[in-house]
Each structure stands twice: as structure tokens, then as C-alpha cells.
């Protein structure tokens, strides 16, 4: 299923921002940044409960928000992008 993670996370202290590089971190490991804090994830259920579970013990409730929008399994009939930020398509074949 794909998943957009979106976060908007206080940077205002340095206990913030450190805050937000742990989450764009999480969110890396698991996905490609469409946006600055906006990610596509392409994610088995039980990935998404590991990686939703991190993220929620990083942020602060009180100060950061965090937004799981799944997109399913039919997910590029419902993503249209304009403009020049190149991403790639997470099932297609990768070489390394």
C-alpha cells in the first residue's frame, strides 16, 4: 500500500529541529521525499505499524503533528505531479 506521510515538526528549539532530522530520517529509510516534509511509502501493513510506531515516539504531540494518508494499493490513478522534482516509481525495476 502506499502511503503520504506528511509532519510538520517545531523547530523553534534545538530540541526541534533535532527532532525533525530523526523524523525525515525515519521517513527515508522507509520512502522517497516528494515534498520537504512529505513522503511516499511504499509499505506492507506491518512496515507501516513499525515505521508509524517510530515516528509517534519521536515527535512531541504537543508542539508536532504527523498525517498518514493511504493511498492504497491503486495509488498512481490517484497521484498526478507538475513540475520538475524528478521521483521515482517505487515498483519498477531499480538496477543498482
Not at 500500500?1 to 527515508?28: H, S
Not at 515527535?59 to 490513478?77: Q, T, V
Request: glycine share 4%; proline share 2%; charged share 30%.
Amino acid at each position: 500500500m502506499m502511503m503520504l506521510i506528511t509532519y510538520d515538526v517545531n523547530t523553534t528549539t534545538a530540541a526541534g529541529r533535532k527532532r525533525l532530522r530523526k523524523v525525515a530520517k525515519q521517513c527515508v529509510n522507509y520512502g522517497q521525499r516528494v515534498q520537504n516534509s512529505v513522503f511516499e511509502c511504499l509499505l506492507e501493513p506491518a512496515q507501516f505499524v513499525i515505521l508509524k510506531n517510530k515516528l509517534e515516539e519521536i515527535i512531541n504531540e504537543e508542539k508536532d503533528s504527523i498525517r498518514y494518508y493511504n493511498l492504497g494499493s491503486n495509488w498512481k490513478r490517484r497521484v498526478e505531479h507538475v513540475g520538475t522534482k524528478y521521483v521515482f516509481d517505487p515498483e519498477d525495476t531499480m538496477l543498482v
